[in-house]
């Protein structure tokens, strides 16, 4: 499950899925772009979506201002599961 929130720019991440106008392809979810790369240049935020050696989005924001972005939450743990403490062969 993804959540839509709203965040300072300052705070984006590479995986955050940014909204980049109307894009390519006609169904409106191709307008949503994963962030590769987050730059501070010059006081500003620099938040890049795609390749950097190809067509790519580039975004500036003031650090403090809002940007909507989609986050996946972060993974959940996996349980510990006890392995048997006997690993001697049998022998047949």
């Known amino acids: 499950m993804t959540t839509r929130i709203t ?3 300052d705070n984006a991440r590479i ?3 940014i909204y980049n106008g109307l894009g390519s392809g006609k169904h409106p979810t191709y307008s ?3 962030i590769t790369q987050v730059n501070s240049v010059d006081g500003l935020i620099q938040l890049i ?3 950097l050696d190809g067509p790519h989005g ?3 924001f003031e650090p403090e ?8 939450p972060p993974a959940a743990p996996k349980p510990a599961i006890a392995e048997p403490h006997n690993k001697r062969p049998h022998g047949h």
Not at 65 to 72: A, P
């Open 65 to 72: 201002e809002s940007v909507v972005v989609v986050r996946h």
């Open 32 to 34: 949503w772009e994963a």
């Open 49 to 51: 979506t795609g390749r």
């Open 58 to 60: 580039e975004f500036w």
């Open 7 to 9: 965040v300072a720019a």
């Open 15 to 17: 995986g955050d899925i």
